[in-house]
């Protein structure tokens, strides 16, 4: 069982301990009880995204025990061979352009869901778009991973406003150093909960971020580029209250490869919307999970 951190705060200095992936990729293979002096760039890692608490200053360059028990939970959440130790695939894993967002929900292992909006007719506005691409085109994305969300059959809408009006989500594209969410270093986007839910500042707006300045943005699979839609999806599910899935094939697995797409959304995910959005009757369903 991985030690798990006290608590989440409702303002995100936890969640803001970034860490460096290349560091962690100059690290050697480690097994229990072994040093390294980049160790801790692991243990930030695996802090960030609740795997594992708070240690202690004295050990924070070693593999120890409770590392070690957070380390298996973070394998099997990949698909790797749960050793508990410091090996090439789990470095691999550890440096993947990915969410920010955590993957597990603290103190409850096995759920994947945060909580849900009150109400399903949600509203969004736009603030700065990304420079990598045509504002037009952007903007087609985003609409088009909204409507995916729509149509998982238990009724949720999105419509746009201004910025000065009230609205739900407010999606922009900013730098890596992210006031609400540091993303330097190892994050494409993070977003946050629904209001009651939040990690980071108890909304409306919740916010769907996206780094700007370190990622290249595009409308499709390119090399070096990550797809708007892909991505806005992933961060579209946070936005009305999912965690991360250990699914592979699922759109909340936390992280993402460039020069691909994935704009569809896998039974694990209709699942997880429709545990939080209980089916109404007379809702249109054009996903019916198993
Ligand atoms: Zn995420
Ligand atoms: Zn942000």
């Not at 759920?111 to 778009?129: D, E, M, P, Q, V």
């Not at 991360?244 to 959304?265: A, G, Q, Y």
Request: some cysteine; overall charge negative.
């Amino acid at each position: 069982m991985a030690q798990m951190p006290i608590g989440i705060k409702p303002k995100c200095s936890f969640i803001c301990a970034s860490y460096d992936r290349k560091k962690i990729a100059t690290i050697p293979d480690l097994g229990r009880g072994e040093k390294d002096d980049n160790f801790h760039e692991v243990k930030k890692c695996l802090q960030q995204y609740n795997y594992l608490g708070e240690s202690s200053p004295d050990s924070q360059n070693t593999l120890d025990e409770s590392t070690a028990s957070a380390l298996e939970t973070f394998q099997q959440r990949y698909n790797i061979p749960q050793s508990g130790v410091l090996g090439h695939e789990t470095k691999e894993a550890m440096a993947k352009p990915r969410c920010a967002m955590p993957d597990l929900q603290p103190g409850a292992l096995a759920f994947s869901i945060s909580g849900a909006w009150r109400h399903r007719n949600l509203t969004y506005a736009l603030g700065k778009l990304s420079q990598s691409i045509a504002p037009s085109v952007c903007e087609a994305a985003i609409e088009r991973a909204l409507t995916t969300w729509s149509n998982a059959g238990v009724g949720l809408t999105f419509n746009k406003v201004a910025d000065t009006e009230d609205h739900d989500i407010f999606i922009e594209w900013r730098r890596a150093d992210d006031p609400d969410l540091n993303m330097a270093g190892s994050t494409l986007a993070h977003a946050d909960f629904p209001p009651g839910f939040s990690l980071i500042l108890d909304g409306p707006p919740v916010p769907l971020h996206f780094d700007d300045e370190e990622h290249t943005w595009s409308d499709g699979a390119f090399e070096d580029e990550f797809d708007i839609e892909t991505t806005c999806l992933h961060e579209i599910g946070h936005c009305l209250g999912l965690y991360h899935s250990k699914v592979p094939e699922s759109i909340m697995f936390p992280t993402v490869s460039s020069n691909m797409t994935s704009r569809t959304l896998a039974d694990d995910d209709v699942k997880g919307i429709r545990r939080l959005y209980k089916t109404r009757p007379n809702v249109p369903s054009r996903s019916e999970p198993n």
